[in-house]
């Protein structure tokens, strides 16, 4: 079974461009989250997606950060205009149901490098 | 709100020596608590989380509801141990996928 999927695996961009990331859930996992984590601090959570729908956003840290799930399936995060401190890791995770208890599965992460 | 400390960002020790992570946390609810463990050029997957009450690589943590922690522990720690190890807590109610990490503990195992 193919685990979660990110990409791109590195993207170097300059302040004011725009980066898109991708995420691909485990096939069946209706949930998927976005974390992130800054260079010498903990992951934070960004948000969570239950198939299209966003459960929970609160983590998004400006409206710089738009992402999407459309059809359920695939996710994007988008960051317009990134800014330095935008630069970190993106982590993206799915589980399958809505036990609090079940394992999220991460993917490889996005390292993302805002110049 | 919710928080989780992991106070030691290194933490070394020979092959064969116990070794305990430490973890608290802050949290009004019932807590749910894992470990996660990253191990070099991997990615981030779960060790274990409280409810089951299980030991995996040799490694088992208590959940203490007096002293809020969570330390994970292994009596004779491995080589291949050495990985960086972050306590997370999850969210009940309409946030319950939410996981909150600590920041983290690199465990060095030195043969």
């Known amino acids: 079974e193919a685990g979660v999927t990110q990409f791109p695996s590195h993207s170097v961009i300059e302040k004011g461009q725009t980066v898109t990331l991708r995420c691909d859930p485990i096939s069946g996992h209706d949930n998927l989250y976005w974390y992130r984590r800054v260079m010498g601090k903990e992951i934070k959570f960004l948000l969570h997606?239950?198939?299209?729908?966003?459960?929970?956003e609160s983590g998004m840290p400006n409206n710089r950060f738009l992402a999407e799930r459309t059809g359920g399936t695939y996710s994007t995060l988008k960051v317009q205009p990134a800014e330095l401190e935008d630069s970190g890791v993106y982590f993206c995770?799915?589980?399958?149901?809505?036990?609090?208890?079940?394992?999220?599965?991460f993917g490889p992460g996005t390292r993302l490098l805002v110049l | 709100a919710q928080r989780v400390t992991q106070p030691e960002k290194l933490l070394s020790v020979f092959k064969g020596a116990p070794v305990e992570l430490k973890c608290n946390y802050s949290?009004?609810?019932?807590?749910?608590l894992f470990w996660y463990v990253q191990y070099s050029r991997q990615r981030l997957q779960l060790l274990l989380r409280?409810?089951s009450r299980e030991s995996i690589k040799g490694f088992t943590a208590d959940l203490n509801k007096g002293e809020t922690s969570f330390h994970l522990k292994k009596p004779f720690a491995q080589e291949e141990d050495s990985a960086m190890y972050y306590c997370?807590?999850?969210?009940?109610?309409?946030?319950?996928?939410?996981?909150?990490f600590g920041q983290g503990t690199i465990l060095t195992v030195h043969p």
């Open positions: 949290y009004s609810g019932s807590p749910e």
């Open positions: 997606f239950v198939k299209e729908s966003k459960q929970d």
């Open positions: 997370a807590l999850g969210s009940g109610g309409t946030s319950y996928g939410k996981l909150t």
């Open positions: 995770a799915s589980s399958q149901t809505r036990d609090r208890q079940e394992t999220q599965y």
């Open positions: 409280h409810i």
